[in-house]
């Protein structure tokens, strides 16, 4: 495929085809973004701001009661992220994928139009763009369409999606920079409850480069702070054991925290 490439995640238990030249390449945030999906989960899962499809992907995968739906804007990635269903290669999950062409902050009957129907997910996973609108920008259009935000209430608006598109005792799942924190909780407001934080940082004695965020719809449980998750195990680039096994497919990172929910 002239213009792409097809690579390998979860040691070849999947294969995604990606833009080989421009736009964003699938990584360690949508590996670590599909581990926060429990092990036992059943049902429908919805990727929102999908890319190529690896988060959803990687969660099912490891899932094999768990369908998934790939929600992303950009034309290039969906076809993709449908290029990639078309894999021999991910014949197993093909029958549990479909992708979805949508803007995922659209709202009310625009968003179900877009085949968002109210209530219609156990778990929704987002990787939405996380740079400031205001940060320097590649001059990669694709590149800067996935990081960089459009609005100031990204999160709310994405949230706001997420909460309508969630059964009740649905969990929402975010990867995102710690500087978000206070926008992602506030976008999550009353809508979710059990918030649950896990840093991800490079090494011992590092600042965080990721939060991990989950959250239960219609819980009332408290928000709590996770232990961190090490990328790297020692002084060289080795990744740790439990790092390892989050990205490849063999872990789940689960929740501590009970659902209480409201009802």
Same mark, same amino acid.
């Given at each position: 495929?002239?213009?792409?490439?097809? #690579? %390998?995640?979860?040691?070849? /238990?999947?294969?995604? $085809?990606? @833009?080989?030249?421009?736009?964003?390449?699938?990584?360690? #945030?949508?590996?670590?973004?599909?581990?926060?999906?429990?092990?036992? =989960?059943?049902?429908?899962?919805? #990727?929102?701001?999908?890319?190529?499809?690896?988060?959803?992907?990687?969660? *099912?995968?490891?899932?094999?009661?768990?369908?998934? $739906?790939?929600?992303?804007? %950009?034309?290039?990635?969906?076809?993709?992220? +449908?290029?990639? !269903?078309?894999?021999?290669?991910?014949?197993? &999950?093909?029958?549990?994928?479909?992708? *979805?062409? =949508?803007?995922?902050? &659209?709202?009310?009957?625009?968003?179900?139009? %877009?085949? !968002?129907?109210?209530?219609?997910?156990?778990?929704?996973?987002?990787?939405?763009?996380?740079?400031?609108?205001?940060?320097?920008?590649?001059?990669? %259009?694709?590149?800067?369409? =996935?990081?960089?935000?459009?609005?100031?209430?990204?999160?709310?608006?994405?949230?706001?999606?997420?909460?309508?598109? !969630?059964?009740?005792?649905?969990?929402?799942?975010?990867?995102? +920079?710690?500087?978000?924190? =206070?926008?992602?909780?506030?976008?999550?407001?009353?809508?979710?409850? /059990?918030?649950?934080?896990?840093? $991800?940082? @490079?090494?011992?004695?590092?600042?965080? *480069?990721? *939060?991990?965020?989950?959250?239960?719809?219609?819980?009332?449980?408290?928000?709590?702070?996770?232990? +961190?998750?090490? $990328?790297?195990? /020692?002084?060289?680039?080795? !990744?740790?054991?439990?790092?390892?096994?989050?990205?490849?497919?063999?872990?789940?990172?689960?929740?501590?925290?009970?659902?209480?929910?409201?009802?």
């Amino acid at each position: 495929m002239p213009g792409y490439t097809v #690579d %390998a995640f979860h040691n070849g /238990g999947f294969f995604l $085809v990606q @833009p080989s030249e421009s736009g964003h390449r699938a990584g360690m #945030d949508a590996m670590l973004l599909a581990a926060t999906v429990p092990d036992g =989960a059943t049902g429908v899962l919805a #990727d929102l701001g999908a890319g190529a499809g690896a988060a959803g992907l990687a969660a *099912i995968n490891r899932l094999p009661n768990l369908s998934a $739906v790939l929600v992303e804007r %950009a034309p290039v990635m969906v076809d993709c992220a +449908r290029r990639s !269903l078309g894999l021999s290669e991910n014949a197993h &999950l093909t029958a549990r994928a479909s992708v *979805i062409r =949508a803007d995922v902050s &659209l709202n009310g009957n625009q968003r179900r139009d %877009a085949g !968002l129907a109210d209530y219609s997910f156990d778990h929704v996973i987002l990787n939405p763009p996380f740079n400031s609108g205001s940060d320097r920008k590649t001059p990669d %259009a694709l590149k800067a369409e =996935a990081h960089a935000m459009e609005t100031d209430d990204l999160f709310e608006r994405w949230l706001r999606t997420a909460a309508a598109i !969630l059964k009740p005792g649905g969990q929402v799942s975010i990867i995102a +920079r710690p500087e978000s924190m =206070a926008e992602i909780a506030t976008a999550l407001g009353k809508r979710f409850g /059990g918030i649950e934080i896990t840093p $991800v940082i @490079p090494r011992s004695g590092c600042d965080a *480069i990721r *939060i991990l965020v989950t959250a239960i719809k219609g819980s009332r449980a408290r928000m709590s702070l996770r232990d +961190r998750i090490l $990328v790297h195990q /020692g002084p060289g680039h080795e !990744l740790s054991e439990r790092m390892n096994d989050l990205t490849n497919g063999r872990a789940a990172w689960p929740r501590r925290t009970k659902n209480r929910s409201s009802k």
